[in-house]
């Protein structure tokens, strides 16, 4: 079976065809005096990946943390699935389906794997802290879901053997891809990972895009993806929108932003 | 599922049968499957097996059809075996690491019409050959993950085909009775597997065995080490090994025990210690590679466990053995014995997984007699035997209490062994292999006509009976001078100190013996550790000075020993190196089974070589590697090559002496 790469006006048409998942409209975001963001729009659509570039400090975090709510925006108003907000706190956004991973490994380094993936499933719990310190009944049962649940994401991302290894004694690869569990046990509807191969070595940043598009694929995950290795995010993502200076100065399928002049100024630079 | 009263045992179908009749609610399969460990009765297996092959049949295939099996250990695959067989279909097991190219030859010499693969990256192999492999009509998967979006025409899932299989079975009654019929005609001269040899020279064969051949050695076997229903086993090593064609399968179906498929290759350790074999089997490498793996780790323990391991494993050496085997021990000893159990030998063996371990097996190569010991004197019943594909496995072993750290034990039931005079050994047994599938030349080599094979090996008896293998026949040489030169037997000896990983020694019609040495990377990397030596690869670490000095000292030790073994004295080795990469089955110079190819790592590297002779102190070389995404690259180095002292011999010296 052969693949054939499609057109560039393929690529654009299946992107239009997509349903808007979580619109920006002119979000600006400030600390003080700094401007993170200035007047940013853009959407994401179902079941695309979606790539967010940039140089450093070009906001492109600040984004994402706007988006799980862990800022809030001054100006602006974010629609996700339909309903506009201006301000939420992230653990709704985990509640609505957002996941995310982040920069610098975020787990809780002296907890096993298995028990690390389980913490993502705490929001969907329902049994209180009583029965579940009783672990009968109800919360037996509830707890023997989740834990399935999070073997099937063990399996997905092939880490069977680091089940009961403390996170904090694995390599950082491995790190990478139990944080990507831990988001992936939310069973997000958009999932934002911010520099999944950050500091990867080619295996494993390999091995990571393979899941990465698996999840795509397989799982019909929504993610928006902040990457530095331009390699990865082009042949990755559906569409790339490109940050500078908090602002957007490119937006399009990958085709496009590569030859965009101004992307080509702010990201190489040019010999002024 | 009924299951009719008699169905004969010549084949593996039928034996099937009779498991599910005799022990329908035990174990036959486990495998654990997202965290816990799913297990099938033998009722259950041949359910399955019975579905599969109604689905194979609707597919087409039919008797002398070749199906080709390729994955990790996954009971489902094990299924195909039977399933296939069940329709008098052959079943061809392919090493599932194999690349593109190797895996189209062996499928293309097989003129397989089926392959039932594990997942996404062997159908990918199969895709990419597609055009090379016009026979090749229906790939079935087992694990869907990735295929979703493939084209699905002559690709089906496993699940499909099985569902297939039931719906036959639920629309006519009389269909059920037809396959058990089916597989009561199965005869035991029928060609039951053929298992492609990986081959240190050529392309590999493809070895035919009856069902006769595997059936009758593994009930000798069986016999020999008192394997019953009860046993449990891990499946681990490759399927399409006779190794464990043998100990997953055909053993497996006659004894009716228990095979337990691990997660992963990953997990196997851990799985290992969850389930604690009783039969276990593993090559060298594996049983060093522990080793190692609990020395670098009792470094770092407590001042106070470090005491009491050492004060105890001592202890064992001492004992253990003389225990193990039966020996008359003292009340006090077997006390003493019974607390280094309580508190070192005990926890050390269910951290290994072998707790519940009657009888492991090692075998393929030469054990190191230190390790060997080792694990011995804690208890574990290792034992070595000797064998190959075209014997159904079984040569020779070593019977309980038996056990001599440097033979390979006496003939097993039914063996004929002998040693030609070219000090070949050669058999004649039950499990002797039909020939080679589509090779008559290399077949009538191999057997002669009256059922004699040549092994290849060269070895002699000792005066105990135990058979002792020296080297492979066509590698052993001799030196310009005459004396005798076995090239794997120095091998050997070097590879059984932990720091050395691999060794080639050169030396057939050359003044003097040279040899390469590839240094273990965890052992050495643990030691540089240890001692603050950075080192960013593994070619710098094999060119740091104190490593050249630590292997300096084992190739010395190496050459004492020689000199104290008259036939081998004159092969003490002159000159070494370090080699700057390590021997890769990527690049061709390990076999799949991780065996050297001699010939083609003299070749590669032949400008060594060449400079060993010329008398160079050093020389830069420039190799081509393959990636593991299989990309090609170089890397370059330039090697120190050191020269060493021999040893004079013993009896040398005793003349020497006289003289004076």
Aim: proline residues 4%; contains cysteine.
């Amino acid at each position: 079976m052969t693949v054939m790469d499609p057109t560039l006006e393929e690529v654009k048409k299946r992107a239009e065809e997509r349903e808007v998942l979580l619109d920006l409209e002119n979000v600006s975001l400030s600390f003080g005096g700094v401007k993170a963001i200035t007047n940013i729009s853009f959407n994401i659509k179902k079941g695309e990946i979606r790539a967010i570039i940039g140089p450093n400090g070009a906001g492109k975090t600040s984004m994402l943390n706007v988006i799980n709510g862990f800022y809030q925006p001054q100006e602006g108003v974010i629609t996700f699935n339909g309903e506009k907000r201006r301000s939420m706190k992230p653990h709704l956004a985990v509640s609505q389906g957002i996941a995310r991973t982040f920069q610098n490994v975020a787990l809780f380094k002296g907890m096993s794997t298995l028990d690390n993936i389980m913490a993502g499933r705490a929001t969907r719990m329902k049994q209180n802290l009583f029965w579940q310190m009783l672990y009968w009944g109800p919360a037996q049962r509830e707890e023997i879901e989740h834990r399935k649940k999070v073997e099937e994401i063990i399996d997905f991302l092939e880490i069977q053997h680091i089940r009961r290894t403390p996170v904090g004694t694995l390599p950082y690869g491995l790190q990478k891809r139990v944080e990507l569990a831990r988001a992936l046990a939310m069973e997000p509807e958009l999932l934002l990972l911010d520099e999944p191969m950050a500091g990867m070595n080619l295996e494993e940043k390999e091995d990571m895009s393979r899941f990465i598009l698996d999840v795509n694929d397989q799982l019909g995950t929504t993610i928006a993806l902040i990457e530095h290795d331009m390699g990865v995010v082009m042949d990755l993502s559906d569409r790339v929108v490109v940050l500078d200076y908090g602002r957007k100065i490119a937006d399009g399928v990958p085709e496009e932003v590569q030859s965009n002049p101004e992307v080509i100024d702010a990201y190489l630079g040019v010999s002024h | 599922m009924q299951v009719p009263p008699s169905a004969g045992m010549d084949t593996f179908p039928q034996l099937l049968i009779r498991n599910a009749r005799e022990w329908g609610d035990r174990p036959a399969y486990r495998e654990k499957d997202l965290g816990i460990w799913q297990s099938w009765t033998w009722r259950e297996v041949l359910g399955e097996v019975r579905k599969l092959s109604l689905g194979l049949k609707s597919l087409g295939c039919k008797e002398g059809d070749k199906v080709a099996v390729i994955g990790a250990n996954r009971p489902h695959l094990y299924w195909v075996f039977a399933a296939v067989q069940a329709l008098g279909g052959i079943p061809i097991p392919v090493y599932s690491d194999s690349v593109a190219e190797e895996i189209a030859y062996v499928l293309g010499h097989a003129e397989v019409r089926f392959a039932v693969v594990e997942d996404q990256e062997q159908v990918d192999k199969l895709l990419e050959m597609s055009e090379k492999l016009p026979l090749l009509e229906h790939v079935i998967y087992e694990d869907p993950k990735g295929l979703r979006d493939y084209d699905h025409t002559s690709l089906h899932r496993y699940l499909s085909v099985q569902e297939a299989g039931q719906t036959l079975l639920d629309n006519d009654e009389k269909l059920a009775d037809d396959w058990f019929d089916a597989v009561s005609a199965g005869k035991s001269e029928d060609i039951a597997v053929i298992l492609y040899t990986s081959g240190t020279t050529g392309r590999p064969k493809g070895v035919m065995l009856t069902f006769n051949n595997l059936v009758v050695a593994v009930q000798n076997a069986n016999k020999f080490d008192n394997l019953d229903e009860n046993a449990d086993t891990v499946a681990y090593l490759p399927m399409a090994w006779v190794g464990d064609h043998v100990f997953s399968y055909a053993q497996c179906l006659t004894a009716g025990y228990c095979v337990n498929c691990p997660e992963g290759p990953e997990t196997v350790s851990i799985d290992r210690k969850e389930i604690a074999p009783t039969y276990m089997f593993a090559p060298p490498r594996v049983f060093e590679g522990m080793l190692t793996h609990i020395t670098v780790r009792m470094e770092d323990a407590g001042k106070m466990k470090k005491k009491l391991f050492d004060y105890f494993l001592n202890y064992a050496n001492q004992v253990g053995e003389r225990i193990l085997n039966g020996e008359k021990v003292s009340l006090f000893e077997r006390i003493k014995y019974a607390v280094g159990e309580f508190c070192v030998y005990g926890p050390l063996k269910n951290e290994m997984g072998f707790s519940r371990v009657r009888v492991a097996y090692t075998a393929g190569e030469a054990i190191g007699p230190e390790i060997f010991k080792f694990y011995r004197s804690i208890g574990l019943n290792l034992k070595q035997l000797y064998g190959q594909t075209e014997s159904s496995v079984f040569i020779t072993s070593q019977p309980d209490g038996q056990i001599y750290a440097d033979t390979v034990g006496v003939p097993m039931p039914d063996v004929e062994v002998k040693i030609a005079e070219s000090g070949e050994v050669m058999y004649r047994s039950p499990g002797a292999f039909l020939g080679y599938y589509k090779n008559d030349e290399a077949t009538k080599d191999t057997k002669t006509e009256d059922g004699w094979v040549h092994t290849g090996d060269a070895g002699m008896f000792l005066e105990n009976g135990h058979l002792k293998i020296i080297d492979r026949a066509k590698d052993v040489g001799k030196l310009t001078d005459g004396s005798m030169f076995a090239p794997k037997y120095i091998e050997n000896k070097l590879k059984f100190f932990p720091n050395i990983k691999e060794a080639v020694t050169f030396g057939n019609e050359r003044d003097y013996v040279c040899a390469f040495v590839n240094i273990d990377l965890v052992a050495v990397g643990n030691w540089a550790e240890r001692n603050n030596i950075a080192y960013a690869s593994y070619q710098e670490l094999a060119a740091h000075p104190d490593v050249y000095k630590t292997i300096q000292s084992h190739v010395d030790q190496v050459n004492k020993d020689l000199s104290e073994e008259p036939m081998m004295a004159g092969a003490q080795i002159k000159r070494f190196l370090v080699l700057h990469k390590e021997l890769d089955p990527d690049d061709g110079e390990l076999t799949r089974t991780q065996k050297v190819r001699r010939n083609f790592v003299a070749d590669r590297y032949a400008p060594l070589i060449e400079a060993f002779y010329a008398g160079e102190t050093s020389k830069h070389v420039v190799t081509e590697v393959t990636f593991e995404d299989g990309r090609q690259g170089t890397i370059e180095a330039t090697v120190e090559i050191r020269d060493m002292d021999t040893h004079s011999t013993k009896a040398m010296s005793a003349i020497g002496e006289a003289a004076e």
